[in-house]
């Protein structure tokens, strides 16, 4: 349906819109009159944590919203189509929004594995939307699919065609989705969380793939996601949402330099920090108070932090202090002693059977753990960290190798004596869904470790126990009865916190254990694993792809690459001297986030920008 055309050169209009959904519980405003625009060629960035709305904006623009239980109740979504001319996309028929999505507006969506079929491959999949769009047959289809892959940088486009999506990397995975979006040239991309659980130089390659495809084609973009040093990479202007409004918009500079929402001093201070050494990071509610359904109220006393740069002031760690932490670890016993550690898998067999070949996953790895120490585990995904964690664990046998905890030497351990010592050796795992049971509560799912090691007296205690941990990790005694698909991959990853916690373990392996948390909740949990390590005197292997959340956690660093350790250090050293070249991309792909970095950025789009007002 056309509407008066706008001579304001934007591509998209959004003009109080409103999403709702209906549920047993109520109405949820989950899209609460929201309005932006955007323009040819320009990059708009939305930010805020999960349940802000940002992502059910994104839905609401491709008319993906399923009624019931949410629909579009009001506003209008004015899209400026080069081939129909200005139309009002809420007004549209099913059959009529089908010809515009996927062909003039495209979705990278969150989760490329979940959003690709798995019975198909990656080939079919991107040639199925040409074909449905485009007057191409199959063998042109074919021939535009594969260019699509040399586009987004796959490596052997060819191989990946005929690939599924189980076969092919993460990274590879969100390349294909990217591909998939831009195969019929549209005029609006969204991006939606594009770059999550990402490792940073493949999320580096993702956002300057993006910034490319925007300036040589000029699409418009809208990227969505929690990560501000992110945003500050990629896009022109951002609009912060929090609980279905917008809260603050304008260009990235005047949000980065000059925020006004308390909300968006919040997400701003809440980021571990690359140029120095915070003793806590700040959290939201340090800037803002809100009532128990998050809504903000007004106090009488002031909030703890006025400004961003205050919040830092007060809570960053100078050198000697840096120093005199370093020294007194040295002089702690070892907690745990590494050993030559050799984990294999084999890859290949004869005819008969015999093993020809095998990946050294974990590559002849020695290292020490001082008690009350933090070691940082980083490098992309395949370096080998995670299958070091749990070979540690014994999770997985190791081929060779030695694993001493307290001077006891791991292997020797068997039947009861290794499920005791695993009371004192946890793991908090990557994928909080796959550790939960789908079929007890969250509640059960914490006490049952308690009762098998018999922790407290009764179930009574337990319970008491349990409820006093999911406060602990920023959930609430009410969803004691709750299941795993009823909360957030942020919620659950807090769930296996607050269950790895209710047996006092000693040490802990965290394995990406906030890499789905929202930055405000990672502030929070990360600050709550080291509040933890001080008065229990934890000691911690910190598994993360994300560096600049290693090095607020990590006394020492240990980088690896391809199963063997690429070198060691203190988190101050591996950050501003790195000594080998595999350290230095790590570092240099991290998002900085800063003035100085921001500015760099806009200046080279200078020859690309169009006017943007905030």
Same mark, same amino acid.
């Given at each position: 349906?056309?509407?008066?055309?706008?001579?304001?050169?934007?591509?998209?209009?959004?003009?109080?819109?409103?999403? *709702?959904? +209906?549920?047993? !519980? =109520?109405?949820? %405003?989950?899209?609460?009159?929201?309005?932006?625009? /955007?323009?040819?060629?320009?990059?708009?960035?939305?930010?805020?944590?999960?349940?802000?709305?940002?992502?059910?904006?994104?839905?609401?623009?491709?008319?993906?919203?399923?009624?019931?239980?949410?629909?579009?109740?009001?506003?209008?979504?004015?899209?400026?189509?080069?081939?129909?001319?200005?139309?009002?996309?809420?007004?549209?028929?099913?059959?009529?929004?089908?010809?515009?999505?996927?062909?003039?507006?495209?979705?990278?969506?969150?989760?490329?594995?979940?959003?690709?079929?798995?019975?198909?491959?990656?080939?079919?999949?991107?040639?199925?939307?040409?074909?449905?769009?485009?007057?191409?047959?199959?063998?042109?289809?074919?021939?535009?699919?594969?260019?699509?892959?040399?586009?987004?940088?796959?490596?052997?486009?060819?191989?990946?065609?005929?690939? *599924?999506? +189980?076969?092919? !990397? =993460?990274?590879? %995975?969100?390349?294909?989705?990217?591909?998939?979006? /831009?195969?019929?040239?549209?005029?609006?991309?969204?991006?939606?969380?594009?770059?999550?659980?990402?490792?940073?130089?493949?999320?580096?390659?993702?956002?300057?793939?993006?910034?490319?495809?925007?300036?040589?084609?000029?699409?418009?973009?809208?990227?969505?996601?929690?990560?501000?040093?992110?945003?500050?990479?990629?896009?022109?202007?951002?609009?912060?949402?929090?609980?279905?409004?917008?809260?603050?918009?304008?260009?990235?500079?005047?949000?980065?330099?000059?925020?006004?929402?308390?909300?968006?001093?919040?997400?701003?201070?809440?980021?571990?920090?690359?140029?120095?050494?915070?003793?806590?990071?700040?959290?939201?509610?340090?800037?803002?108070?809100?009532?128990?359904?998050?809504?903000?109220?007004?106090?009488?006393?002031?909030?703890?932090?006025?400004?961003?740069?205050?919040?830092?002031?007060?809570?960053?760690?100078?050198?000697?202090?840096?120093?005199?932490?370093?020294?007194?670890?040295?002089?702690?016993?070892?907690?745990?002693?590494?050993?030559?550690?050799?984990?294999?898998?084999?890859?290949?067999?004869?005819?008969?059977?015999?093993?020809?070949?095998?990946?050294?996953?974990?590559?002849?790895?020695?290292?020490?753990?001082?008690?009350?120490?933090?070691?940082?585990?980083?490098?992309?995904?395949?370096?080998?960290?995670?299958?070091?964690?749990?070979?540690?664990?014994?999770?997985?046998?190791?081929?060779?190798?030695?694993?001493?905890?307290?001077?006891?030497?791991?292997?020797?351990?068997?039947?009861?004596?290794?499920?005791?010592?695993?009371?004192?050796?946890?793991?908090?795992?990557?994928?909080?869904?796959?550790?939960?049971?789908?079929?007890?509560?969250?509640?059960?799912?914490?006490?049952?470790?308690?009762?098998?090691?018999?922790?407290?007296?009764?179930?009574?205690?337990?319970?008491?126990?349990?409820?006093?941990?999911?406060?602990?990790?920023?959930?609430?005694?009410?969803?004691?009865?709750?299941?795993?698909?009823?909360?957030?991959?942020?919620?659950?990853?807090?769930?296996?916190?607050?269950?790895?916690?209710?047996?006092?373990?000693?040490?802990?392996?965290?394995?990406?254990?906030?890499?789905?948390?929202?930055?405000?909740?990672?502030?929070?949990?990360?600050?709550?694993?080291?509040?933890?390590?001080?008065?229990?005197?934890?000691?911690?292997?910190?598994?993360?792809?994300?560096?600049?959340?290693?090095?607020?956690?990590?006394?020492?660093?240990?980088?690896?690459?391809?199963?063997?350790?690429?070198?060691?250090?203190?988190?101050?050293?591996?950050?501003?001297?790195?000594?080998?070249?595999?350290?230095?991309?790590?570092?240099?792909?991290?998002?900085?986030?800063?003035?100085?970095?921001?500015?760099?950025?806009?200046?080279?789009?200078?020859?690309?920008?169009?006017?943007?007002?905030?």
């Amino acid at each position: 349906m056309s509407v008066k055309s706008s001579d304001k050169g934007y591509i998209l209009e959004v003009n109080n819109l409103k999403t *709702y959904f +209906h549920t047993e !519980s =109520g109405q949820v %405003k989950a899209v609460d009159d929201v309005s932006f625009n /955007l323009r040819k060629g320009e990059t708009v960035g939305i930010v805020g944590e999960s349940g802000s709305g940002k992502s059910v904006t994104s839905l609401s623009l491709m008319r993906l919203i399923k009624n019931p239980p949410g629909k579009i109740v009001g506003g209008e979504i004015i899209f400026h189509s080069p081939t129909h001319g200005a139309i009002d996309l809420t007004k549209l028929s099913d059959k009529e929004m089908r010809k515009i999505r996927g062909n003039e507006i495209s979705m990278v969506f969150q989760e490329p594995m979940s959003s690709l079929n798995p019975v198909f491959t990656c080939g079919d999949q991107v040639m199925e939307t040409i074909l449905l769009h485009q007057k191409v047959n199959k063998q042109q289809a074919k021939q535009i699919t594969i260019d699509l892959f040399n586009q987004v940088r796959l490596p052997r486009p060819e191989a990946i065609f005929n690939s *599924y999506p +189980h076969q092919i !990397s =993460g990274g590879q %995975k969100q390349r294909v989705m990217i591909a998939m979006a /831009l195969s019929c040239n549209p005029s609006v991309l969204i991006a939606d969380e594009p770059t999550t659980a990402l490792d940073v130089t493949v999320q580096a390659t993702i956002l300057e793939l993006l910034r490319d495809l925007r300036d040589q084609h000029g699409t418009s973009i809208v990227f969505i996601t929690h990560d501000l040093g992110v945003i500050a990479e990629i896009a022109d202007r951002v609009i912060v949402m929090y609980r279905g409004k917008i809260v603050e918009q304008g260009t990235v500079w005047d949000i980065f330099s000059d925020p006004k929402h308390p909300y968006t001093k919040g997400l701003l201070a809440c980021r571990p920090r690359l140029d120095m050494k915070m003793r806590v990071l700040p959290v939201v509610s340090d800037f803002m108070h809100t009532d128990a359904l998050g809504n903000m109220t007004e106090k009488a006393q002031s909030p703890t932090y006025s400004s961003v740069g205050e919040a830092i002031l007060l809570n960053f760690i100078d050198e000697d202090e840096i120093k005199e932490r370093q020294e007194k670890l040295l002089l702690q016993p070892p907690v745990l002693q590494v050993k030559n550690l050799k984990v294999s898998f084999p890859i290949s067999k004869n005819f008969f059977g015999k093993v020809k070949d095998y990946v050294h996953a974990v590559d002849d790895v020695s290292f020490d753990v001082f008690l009350g120490e933090t070691v940082g585990l980083v490098g992309e995904s395949g370096c080998g960290k995670t299958t070091l964690g749990r070979s540690i664990l014994r999770l997985i046998e190791p081929t060779s190798g030695d694993v001493y905890f307290e001077n006891r030497k791991i292997s020797d351990y068997t039947g009861e004596s290794i499920r005791q010592l695993r009371k004192e050796l946890q793991i908090i795992f990557q994928d909080p869904y796959s550790s939960l049971n789908p079929r007890i509560t969250i509640g059960e799912a914490i006490m049952e470790p308690m009762r098998i090691h018999k922790v407290l007296s009764n179930d009574k205690a337990r319970k008491e126990r349990v409820i006093e941990l999911l406060e602990t990790v920023s959930l609430r005694a009410d969803h004691f009865s709750r299941y795993p698909h009823e909360f957030s991959g942020g919620q659950r990853q807090r769930i296996c916190i607050a269950r790895t916690l209710a047996l006092n373990p000693k040490f802990i392996i965290c394995d990406e254990s906030v890499s789905a948390l929202d930055v405000s909740v990672q502030a929070q949990v990360l600050n709550l694993l080291n509040d933890l390590k001080e008065k229990f005197n934890f000691t911690y292997i910190f598994i993360s792809h994300d560096l600049s959340v290693v090095k607020f956690m990590a006394d020492r660093i240990i980088v690896m690459n391809k199963g063997k350790i690429e070198e060691i250090g203190y988190a101050e050293d591996i950050y501003t001297n790195p000594k080998t070249a595999y350290t230095q991309a790590l570092v240099n792909a991290i998002p900085k986030g800063d003035l100085d970095e921001i500015r760099k950025i806009q200046m080279k789009r200078r020859k690309f920008r169009i006017p943007v007002a905030s």
